[in-house]
């Protein structure tokens, strides 16, 4: 079976064992109201949406064979897959509560489904939609607290909820774990002389064209103020270093036409984890090549001892 359908929720009104309003027309038998109340129960015992999701995942196969369960956020930045190769039919749901759209569901299996159990189903996603809702929240809320709101990248506070973890997990590894520290030359010049509202435009265009340099799997940090970091897993120092000259170069050619003339420059530290190093020491060598590289002249990569 193919096909979109509609899951929505508005004020459900429970008494007694029943519910009128909108499940009225979705709840027929106790045995389903009540399967409805142990499932909502149990998806509210986590915010976690994969944690959610896989849980409900395992309810659904308890009372159904199906060969996948795929779920997807509406802006699609946010896609998981639970079971084995999709079947080729497929009952498709877009979800949504409180005129909130959650996402959409598709379960997929070789067989048709009866309509029994797409009765069934659609039961299930009932209890679903609330839990859902508040995981989404819940992970918005995770999300901005994480991110730097004028560049779009990785704050101070994810820095240092993330940099000692990825210390400790690479050295555990003995694989390689190098750190860029950098920031902008002269950046007060840039806000003295043209305003505040260019200098958040330079800081966002950095953010944006170091981004597009470095891997998928690097983290780039705004660490405060001009002031950025990159921590490079799998990375030696060499690595490194040429990353960060490519970075370099890169910034210096880009083109910000609120500035005219004037050329962006940047000056990086690099330092790579050493054996039994903390995640502190590691930053202080690439704060302290940062700083060298300023003093040396600027518009320079330089590599700590």
Do not use: W
């Not at 027309?25 to 509210?44: A, F, H, P, R, Y």
């Not at 029994?116 to 901005?144: M, T």
């Not at 994810?158 to 920031?183: C, H, M, P, Q, W």
């Amino acid at each position: 079976m193919a096909g979109t359908h509609s899951i929505q929720h508005e004020n459900p009104v429970k008494a007694a064992g029943v519910m009128s309003g909108p499940l009225a027309n979705v709840v027929n038998d106790n045995g389903t109201l009540g399967l409805i109340m142990e499932l909502s129960g149990k998806l509210q015992t986590t915010l976690d949406l994969e944690s959610l999701l896989e849980l409900f995942a395992q309810v659904m196969k308890a009372q159904f064979d199906f060969d996948t369960l795929r779920y997807q956020t509406i802006d699609e930045s946010l896609s998981l897959k639970f079971g084995r190769r999709a079947g080729r039919n497929k009952l498709n749901y877009d979800l949504s509560v409180l005129d909130t759209d959650l996402g959409a569901i598709t379960l997929t299996r070789g067989r048709k489904f009866r309509e029994p159990e797409i009765k069934q189903i659609e039961n299930l996603l009932v209890a679903l939609l609330y839990p859902l809702r508040n995981a989404l929240l819940y992970r918005d809320a995770i999300h901005s607290a994480f991110i730097d709101s004028l560049t779009g990248v990785k704050n101070r506070t994810a820095f240092d909820s993330n940099f000692s973890r990825e210390t400790e997990y690479n050295r555990r590894k003995g694989s390689d774990l190098s750190l860029i520290v950098f920031d902008i030359d002269f950046f007060k010049r840039i806000n003295d002389n043209y305003g505040h509202v260019v200098g958040d435009a330079v800081l966002k265009q950095v953010a944006q064209t170091v981004e597009e340099t470095i891997r998928s799997s690097d983290a780039l940090y705004r660490y405060g103020g001009e002031e950025f970091a990159i921590v490079l897993n799998g990375t030696d120092m060499k690595g490194a270093t040429l990353l960060a000259e490519r970075i370099r170069r890169n910034v210096e050619s880009m083109a910000i036409p609120s500035l005219q003339d004037v050329r962006v420059t940047m000056s990086l530290g690099v330092a790579t984890l050493k054996s039994k190093e903390t995640s502190s020491k590691l930053f202080e060598r690439a704060d302290a090549a940062l700083y060298e590289a300023k003093q040396g002249g600027r518009n320079q990569v330089v590599s700590a001892a």
